[in-house]
């Protein structure tokens, strides 16, 4: 059997579906045995889209995406995805092409060393030097990405060993029963729950399993313990519940802190310090590490117990292990907390400026988005007003990406959404610094005439780092640009753009837009001006004083 008709088969056998990416003639074998594969190769416009697509399969099945590359530049171009997929716990194999191996006439052209440049990157990152080592390098592959922390692999397939002839074998596919934490641990952490006075449940991005989510909802329901989430951790359980106290979109100085720093215990469900902190642990603090596995201890995280294990399981037991409610909890405060923050982040969200507030551009999108809809979000300062502000109804509403942080993933991360979510509503939400670096998967989303709603927020700079640079103190500079017409720029892809020239008017079009087949873009002209105001000065200035 030839190698690459067999890396083919070895996919299918571990349910792969989708292929993204950008051939080479590296890849010219591999091209030709997806063919007629019932694997659907889809052709992205730059290879990071492709890695974002890849990625985002992988965040949203639990099983790896997987995306493909030629050799040189273009596996180079895959680098951002690794790390955003590595951080952001996504599982995801990059398959990259390379030169002949065994006898090559064409000396250094293109080639770098792609697997040594992977491997900091990737849990996983081999070359292929004969054709029967395949199956067994997928199957490892696999099981690596997604074995706790899940991330991304990489094969490098070089050109003469795709071409050779091989056994045909095919390794079943094996998965395991993740173990059950320690019932002294369980025991011993039931009890710190139990004598706590102000115990308070933090979720992180860990938890974003559906069974994690149903035994998480239990236990909340039994205890009656508040819960915050993190910007990852956002929908696991919904944030309609009355015990919802908010996301931690900032490490510290926000009304929710005010809540976290008084709490004496919290239950970390799930979150590790790769996230950006949702808070800085005191030393008067104890925290219970819930995790499939242990803690790495960071300045601002050194939890005082850590429970290893599958995590739903590990609450399940702790749900059984607790009662229903101590005689020396005390969540007055937290209450008192949580009206707080409703007030704070009630203000603004009716203001009809123009061009328009990021507050309110939250509220519209939460109003017309349904309740299983998915909003992608790109990476910039209106990722914290949709952190802070959006309420998510069930686990992966809200993609963001608060791990690499990267700039360009939002509308990559859209349309994988909606191709493995057809019937829901999906809207990415774009910067127009973000939406520019890989803007050309326009081209990608129409050619597979996806539904999908894209706003990009105008405000002709990196408002990030400007924000930034006013809390430092420094003068407004180098942060401004220009931008192209970007009704017309959609419309040059056969997508449709709109405008809109006051806040009525965006409600209006984003109805439109969600309810108009293909491609619909949107150009907000969106107003930042308060971000310093608020979010570096009111927020120092009135939190903690309950």
Request: hydrophobic share 40%; charged share 25%.
């Amino acid at each position: 059997m030839k190698a690459s008709d067999l890396f083919v088969k070895a996919l299918e056998n571990e349910g792969v579906e989708y292929v993204f990416g950008i051939p080479g003639e590296e890849n010219l074998d591999f091209l030709n045995s997806l063919k007629d594969s019932k694997i659907k190769l889809i052709i992205t416009r730059h290879e990071q889209g492709a890695g974002f697509m890849a990625a985002t399969i992988g965040r949203l099945t639990g099983k790896p995406g997987v995306c493909l590359s030629t050799l040189g530049p273009g596996a180079t171009n895959l680098v951002t995805p690794a790390a955003y997929a590595n951080l952001g716990a996504m599982p995801m194999l990059m398959i990259t092409g390379q030169k002949p191996i065994k006898k090559s006439k064409q000396g250094r052209f293109q080639i770098i060393d792609t697997v040594d440049m992977m491997r900091p990157l990737t849990k996983y990152s081999k070359q292929i030097v004969n054709g029967n080592s395949i199956p067994s390098m997928i199957r490892e592959a696999f099981r690596i990405a997604q074995e706790e922390r899940p991330g991304a692999v990489h094969l490098e397939l070089p050109e003469d060993i795709a071409a050779e002839e091989c056994e045909e074998r095919i390794f079943e596919t094996v998965g395991y029963r993740r173990p059950d934490a320690d019932d002294q641990d369980i025991s011993k952490a039931a009890k710190m729950i139990q004598e706590a006075k102000m115990p308070l449940i933090l979720i992180g991005a860990g938890a974003n399993r559906k069974r994690t989510s149903n035994a998480l909802k239990k236990l909340i329901e039994k205890t009656q313990i508040p819960y915050f989430t993190t910007q990852m951790g956002k929908g696991v359980v919904d944030a309609r519940h009355p015990q919802c106290l908010g996301t931690a979109a900032l490490s510290d100085n926000d009304f929710l802190h005010c809540a976290i720093s008084r709490a004496d215990l919290i239950i970390n469900i799930g979150h590790d310090v790769i996230e950006k902190p949702p808070f800085f642990m005191v030393d008067r603090q104890k925290v219970i590490h819930v995790n499939f596995f242990p803690a790495h201890v960071d300045d601002v995280y050194y939890p005082q117990l850590i429970i290893v294990g599958d995590i739903a399981t590990s609450v399940e037991h702790l749900a059984r292990h607790v009662v229903e409610k101590s005689v020396n909890w005390d969540f007055s405060y937290f209450k008192r907390i949580q009206e707080d923050v409703k007030q704070h982040l009630a203000k603004y969200v009716k203001d009809d400026r123009f061009p328009i507030l990021p507050q309110r551009v939250v509220r519209i999108v939460r109003e017309h988005v349904p309740e299983n809809g998915i909003v992608s979000l790109d990476n910039g300062i209106y990722k914290i007003w949709f952190a802070r502000s959006y309420q998510c109804y069930h686990p992966n509403t809200l993609l963001l990406d608060n791990a690499l942080a990267t700039m360009g993933a939002g509308l990559a991360s859209a349309i994988a959404a909606k191709i493995i979510e057809p019937d829901k509503k999906v809207v990415a939400v774009c910067g127009d610094g973000g939406f520019l670096m890989n803007s050309q998967e326009l081209e990608t989303a129409t050619r597979l005439n996806l539904d999908l709603t894209v706003i990009v927020l105008n405000d002709g700079a990196y408002g990030m780092i400007k924000w930034k640079q006013a809390g430092m103190g420094f003068d407004d500079f180098g942060l401004d640009y220009n931008n192209p017409d970007f009704v017309k720029y959609a419309e040059s892809y056969g997508a449709v753009g709109y405008r809109p020239d006051s806040v009525q008017d965006f409600s209006d079009k984003l109805d439109k837009a969600l309810n108009t087949p293909g491609i619909n873009l949107i150009d907000l002209a969106v107003d930042y001006s308060l971000n310093h105001s608020i979010l570096n000065v009111l927020l120092k200035e009135k939190t903690c004083i309950l």
